[in-house]
């Protein structure tokens, strides 16, 4: 079901059931008010009859020919009964009908009664009169009220019916116009596709629900847009990285298959594609761990900064042996404000990325690695001696593949910031880069516990 059509039937059950609810109210006061009035005016109507029978000799002259004027007033279906102390019908002998001894007495015990038998209401009550003292039992059908409650019922169905049916198409039309700008919307999405990324929905000034729906759009393409320039950006590059080694173990394979050659020149040619295996090997263990840094990982532990950073500083000094890596601490005694919760395996290699880059790009100069405790959160700062990056460059140092203009003479690929912006990302740490041409660069990396 489509939402117009909901909220056209969401919107016409809500209104039907308020006005079902005011014409039930209206119904049943009014037919109280049925009840009530009859019930009066069967009272009146045995006071009536007792003062005619009962009350001559007490009533002037004038105030009998009034009684005597209301007593042809009869109800519908009326029945009436005097009876004397000793229950017998007295003045009025109508056999017909006589009512039970145990009504008699109940009249006049409580001196009044009032009772109904489905539509026929009764009324009782005890007269006293200097000529003796009478129950006068009264019953009518007030024939009038119910055909006036019937006609009543029959309007307000009607009128409910009508209602309901225009409460529906009103409430179709207002959805329409209500849903109108997301159908707009739709309309345009629907056109946007991979290669229109560029495409922006149309947006107002106002600041209305759908407004803000198509600003988060728009928000959404431009990411998406980003996301696959960087993707298309991230194929070009890397088919070029890979491309080049692969290109030159086939261009050393076949020169060495054109003719017979010594030992020392296969032994020569051997190595060079050891070489560039070895490089595509890199390549390719830095991909699939860029790869990698973008899985979600749940199962983080403890992880103590001290040790982990002291790991990767021997890891390091052990591949390059020239290295010259100082570490300091400046750490509180409880070991439990600088242990955090992550992959020790992915921070490993983030913080070896970096102090990898730190030693080759300062020419194997002293690195200096700390760890300190700075706004209760743990601080790594790793700080060279090297060539520096420019100001213009440090927005796009963690791009995979970029490289900067003052790197051309070092070996690499550019993915190492790449993967370790993305792996302190997951472990919501911050990096701060402050760095100076020819002077050196320090990476501060903040943690959160």
Not at 22 to 42: C, M, N, P, S
């Amino acid at each position: 079901m489509k939402i117009r059509d909901r909220l056209s039937l969401q919107f016409t059950l809500i209104s039907a059931l308020l006005l079902f609810a005011v014409l039930a109210g209206i119904y049943l006061l009014t037919g109280q008010y049925r009840k009530t009035d009859f019930r009066e005016r069967l009272l009146d109507r045995a006071i009536t009859n007792a003062e005619l029978f009962l009350a001559q000799d007490n009533l002037s002259e004038e105030k009998f020919r009034e009684v005597q004027k209301k007593y042809p007033q009869s109800l519908p279906e009326e029945r009436v009964h005097i009876y004397n102390d000793q229950d017998e019908p007295v003045f009025i002998h109508d056999t017909a009908y006589q009512w039970p001894r145990a009504v008699i007495d109940e009249a006049r015990n409580k001196k009044s009664i009032f009772y109904a038998e489905g539509n026929r209401q009764t009324v009782g009550i005890y007269y006293v009169d200097n000529s003796g003292n009478f129950t006068v039992l009264l019953s009518a059908i007030d024939s009038y009220g119910l055909q006036q409650m019937h006609q009543l019922f029959l309007v307000m169905f009607a009128a409910f019916t009508i209602s309901v049916i225009i409460l529906f198409f009103t409430g179709r039309l207002f959805s329409n116009i209500a849903l109108s700008p997301i159908i707009k919307v739709i309309s345009e999405v629907k056109f946007i596709r991979s290669t229109s990324l560029d495409k922006r929905l149309k947006t107002k000034a106002g600041k209305d629900e759908i407004n803000e729906l198509a600003v988060t759009f728009n928000n959404l393409l431009e990411h998406l847009e980003q996301s696959f320039e960087s993707q298309s950006s991230f194929v070009a590059h890397a088919s070029h990285e890979l491309r080049t080694p692969v290109t030159s173990i086939i261009g050393d394979i076949e020169v060495t298959l054109l003719q017979e050659r010594d030992n020392e020149e296969y032994r020569m040619i051997l190595q060079n594609v050891l070489a560039e295996s070895e490089k595509l090997n890199d390549l390719l263990n830095n991909l699939f761990e860029l790869t990698q840094s973008n899985i979600d990982i749940k199962a983080f532990q403890s992880v103590r900064l001290d040790e982990l950073l002291w790991q990767v500083k021997d890891e390091w000094s052990n591949r390059i042996p020239d290295s010259r890596i100082e570490l300091s601490y400046d750490l509180p005694a409880d070991p439990k404000k600088f242990t955090i919760q992550g992959n020790d395996h992915l921070l490993f290699v983030a913080l070896g990325n970096i102090i990898k880059n730190a030693i080759k790009f300062s020419n194997n100069n002293i690195i200096r690695c700390g760890l300190y405790i700075q706004n209760n959160m743990p601080v790594i700062s790793i700080r060279d001696v090297g060539i520096g990056i420019s100001t213009h460059e440090l927005e796009k140092i963690y791009q995979p593949f970029y490289r900067g203009e003052n790197t051309r003479g070092y070996a690499g690929f550019g993915i190492g910031l790449s993967l370790a912006d993305k792996i302190f990302r997951l472990h919501n740490a911050r990096i701060l880069v402050n760095s100076e041409l020819n002077v050196g660069t320090e990476f501060l990396i903040s943690f959160s516990n």
